[in-house]
């Protein structure tokens, strides 16, 4: 005889809650996230690619999940979601979240996993907090700052997840931290990167197909979103009563772009997924972007490699990274017997001047005619005098070059805060290659349309492995320089398909067409700073190689440097004692 549940005492029906949370949570640690879902949030819609993912993040089979998607498909939400579910079934569960910034992180990931927990029917132990959940030092969930790989280090335990907003920003160092910390990693991006750890754990083949494969720690889960995948989209339903470009038609009414659709037939249409990108949003997005744009943001495509468009094309990278390791490693190891590798000291230098103490570094890259000399290095300083004295200061401290001598190059955007730098550096006899993007071509007028042409191009001539006599030519094997040099393409102007411009760093309107600039290309607005210190290296090492005054140089050697003074060099000041010039005859 069954039971009349209306009549069950508020102490009863309570009881049966806890049983059915219990049985829910016992559930999802076998991989069976759906009861725990249904009890926790029971009147929310997901659409099949989150319940993949979802079902990815909990299932104790699969190590990762990786999620490439749309602008507003909800990949954040259903991870939110996944998130709170794994926490609470594990007593241990060591939850680090990261992004771009640490801002970020808490704003949007961080921001999804505080809206789940509290929309739970059961609210998981532990108090929830601005950032933070903490129920105890073995369980726990917090947020790593991505520009401090140690503070991702230190944990260890069977339930252990890391979680990466905006994958493709995060560095190889915190990938690397990550695969020794955690038993689950989680990542999403936008599709924008060529190259890098996160582009990598896709695919080559097929990259834009969801998919499980085997990965180097288990199973993982590729998961693509295009806006076609989103209920909203497919079913034509919109967030407003404002028809989109194309129009729409509702039971047989046709509403065209731009008119207000009536209470009646916009009930019809209305969203089901609220927060999804709707079909209005979608209409617009094809409508206003350009191609590459549509690919990554609407159809969560990587972007492919034009041979015919592309600058510097990744495919050719490769040698050039397995050089520098070689060199950093100081050996190469040929069938089994080291040989030792010197790269020896810096021809040449480039500068990209960064504009803050918060904003984007200021990088300085040190160039031989074997490639880049170790490390670009980089500093965020405020003034072009601090910029100033850093560059002088960390030449000599590192290298033992003194670049007032004026013997070594260093080539500087005069582009903004760079000019004031560059006067800094002439003042105190530096030899500075001044350069400027827009500015004419020194090589070649009916090839490259400016001067920034002219320095990717240059370098993208030197990285070409079909070019004749070229030999590997070192470049630092790091995800963020490598995407940045990665992504300009050529922009033809004229008739001939020959002579070309590359693309801006910021997006601009071209002849009516948006162009999609560097910087959002890279996301979260990040300027290519890395790449634009080293085309500018190179153009200074040209200048040397084609005869100008460079450092002394035997046999294709570098002199050797007594550098044993230099442990009693102080480290930069921004305040470097004056240097008497003499000009005119006078000082």
């Not at 889960?221 to 079913?235: D, F, L, S, Y």
Request: charged share 25%; with cysteine; net charge negative.
């Amino acid at each position: 005889m069954s039971r009349n549940l209306s009549k069950i005492s508020p102490e009863d029906a309570k009881l049966h809650r806890d049983a059915s949370y219990l049985h829910a949570k016992n559930e999802a640690r076998k991989g069976n996230w759906r009861p725990y879902w249904e009890f926790q949030w029971p009147d929310v819609r997901l659409d099949e690619f989150q319940e993949f993912g979802i079902e990815g993040i909990v299932s104790p089979g699969v190590r990762d999940v990786f999620m490439k998607g749309c602008t507003g498909c909800g990949k954040t939400a259903s991870v939110g979601m996944g998130i709170v579910c794994y926490y609470d079934i594990w007593d241990d569960a060591r939850i680090r979240l990261s992004s771009s910034t640490s801002d970020h992180a808490a704003r949007v990931l961080f921001g999804e996993v505080r809206r789940w927990w509290q929309r739970a029917t059961y609210s998981p132990p532990g108090n929830l907090q601005m950032a933070s959940i903490w129920h105890s030092e073995s369980h726990r969930l917090d947020i790593i700052n991505p520009e401090k790989g140690e503070s991702a280090a230190g944990d260890h335990g069977e339930h252990v997840l890391f979680s990466f907003d905006e994958a493709s920003s995060i560095s190889d160092e915190m990938f690397t931290i990550s695969d020794t910390q955690c038993k689950k990693l989680i990542c999403m991006m936008n599709p924008r990167s060529m190259s890098g750890r996160a582009r990598d754990s896709f695919p080559r083949d097929d990259p834009d197909k969801t998919q499980e494969i085997i990965g180097t720690f288990g199973r993982r889960r590729c998961i693509t979103i295009p806006a076609t995948a989103c209920t909203n989209v497919k079913e034509k339903l919109l967030a407003t009563p404002i028809a989109p470009v194309g129009g729409i038609q509702i039971d047989g009414k046709t509403y065209k772009h731009g008119d207000l659709i009536p209470d009646e037939d916009f009930a019809k249409v209305k969203v089901k997924i609220p927060g999804q990108i709707d079909y209005g949003k979608y209409m617009g997005l094809l409508n206003e972007m350009d191609e590459w744009s549509i690919g990554v943001f609407v159809h969560a495509k990587f972007p492919k490699v034009d041979a015919e468009l592309a600058v510097v094309n990744p495919e050719w990278l490769g040698p050039h990274r397995d050089e520098w390791i070689n060199y950093v490693n100081g050996y190469v190891e040929i069938d089994g017997v080291r040989e030792e590798r010197e790269i020896g000291l810096p021809l040449a230098f480039g500068l990209d001047a960064g504009g803050s103490t918060t904003g984007d570094p200021s990088v300085l890259t040190p160039i031989n005619e074997k490639g880049v000399v170790g490390e670009q290095l980089e500093k965020q300083l405020g003034s072009p005098q601090e910029i100033c004295a850093w560059v002088i200061s960390s030449i000599r401290h590192t290298w033992g070059i003194e670049l007032t001598d004026g013997d070594h190059p260093i080539a500087v955007d005069m582009d903004g805060l760079g000019w004031g730098v560059g006067q800094d550096l002439v003042t105190q006899g530096v030899w500075v290659i001044e350069i400027r993007g827009n500015g004419k071509t020194d090589i070649d007028n009916t090839l490259y349309a400016n001067k920034r042409a002219e320095l990717y191009g240059e370098a993208g001539n030197r990285l070409n492995p079909n070019a004749i006599g070229n030999s590997p030519f070192a470049i630092p094997d790091e995800d963020r320089f490598l995407e940045e040099l990665v992504t300009p393409e050529k922009i033809h102007v004229g008739h001939d398909g020959r002579k070309f411009h590359i693309t801006p760093k910021k997006s601009k309107q071209v002849r009516g067409a948006k162009i999609t600039g560097v910087m959002e290309r890279l996301g979260v607005k990040r300027s290519p700073d890395r790449a634009d210190s080293f085309v500018y290296a190179y153009g200074a090492l040209q200048e040397v190689m084609m005869g100008g005054s460079a450092a002394i140089q035997m046999d294709g050697n570098m002199t050797d440097v007594d550098t044993s003074w230099l442990d009693n060099i102080p480290e930069w000041s921004p305040n470097p004692p004056t240097l008497k010039v003499e000009q005119d005859g006078q000082e």
